[in-house]
C-alpha cells in the first residue's frame, strides 16, 4: 500500500516541479525578448507547432519501424539534454564557455548516471515549455493546447498510434516519457504531457503572475484527476485533455471571475 501511494505522489510532485521551474525560466526567458517566432500573437504559430508535432510523431513512427536499436535514440536525448541546459545555463551567465561547461556536465551525470534520467528530463522539459510559452502569447498558446489534447485522444483512443509510440520508445529506453518506478508500482508521464501545459502557463505569465498561477493549480487539478483514474484503470490514457481542461478552467476564473 505503501508504493501505491508513494507513485502517485512523486509523478505530481515531478509535474509540479516542471510547472513552476518552467515559470522561472520562462520569467528569465520573457525578460531577454527569447522567442522562436517573428509574432508571438499570431495564431498561426500554434497551427505550425501542431503541424510540426504531428509530423514528428509520424516520422519517429517510421524509424521505429526500420531502425531497432538503442544508440540513435540515446544520441538524440544526450543532444537535447545539452541544448536544453545552455538555455538554462544562459539565466545565470552570459559567458558560452561556462553554459558548454554545465551543459557538458549535465550530458555527462546522463551517462555515468543512468538513473538521473527522470530528473534531467523535468529540467528539459521545463526548458522546452519556457521557449515555447515565451515565443507565444496566451491566445496562440490556448489553440495550440487545445489541438493537441484533440489530438492525444485520436492517437490514444481511435488510430492507437500514441500507444505504439509510448511502447517502442520505452523499449528503446528512449527519453518520451518520466517513469517513476517504487517496487512493483510503477507510473509514466508523457514529456509532452509536462510541456504542453507549461507553455500554457508561461505564456500566460505575459497576462500577469496570477495568471500564471491559476493555469499550474488548474493544470495540477486536471492531474489529480488523471491519477485518480489511472489508479482505478490499468493503460494507457491520454493525459492531455484533463490537464489542459482544468488548467483553462484556471485561466478563464483569473480572467473573468470578479
Known sequence: MFSVRLVPALV??????????????????????LTVVENPSDVGNSLFFFAYIVAA??????????????RLFLVLELLLIFFSFQMLSSMVTGDWVYQLIISALAVGVRLKAPAAKNVLLLFVTAAVGALLGASLDVLPAVVLAVLLAGYDVVAVFFTGHMITLAKQ????????SVDVKVKKESMQLGTGDLVIPAVLAVSALKISYGAAISVVVGAT???????YILQHRR????ALPPIIGFALV??????FLP
Open 57 to 70: 510523431a509520424v516520422f519517429i513512427l517510421v524509424v521505429l519501424k526500420f531502425y531497432k536499436g538503442k
Open 221 to 227: 487539478a486536471g492531474m489529480i484527476v488523471l491519477i
Open 12 to 33: 505530481l510532485t515531478s509535474f509540479v516541479f516542471t510547472q513552476f521551474l518552467a515559470l522561472v525560466v520562462g520569467y528569465s526567458f520573457i525578460a531577454q525578448g
Open 235 to 238: 493503460g494507457y490514457l491520454p
Open 250 to 255: 484556471g485561466l478563464g476564473a483569473w480572467l
Open 169 to 176: 520508445l520505452d523499449k528503446r529506453e528512449a527519453a518520451f
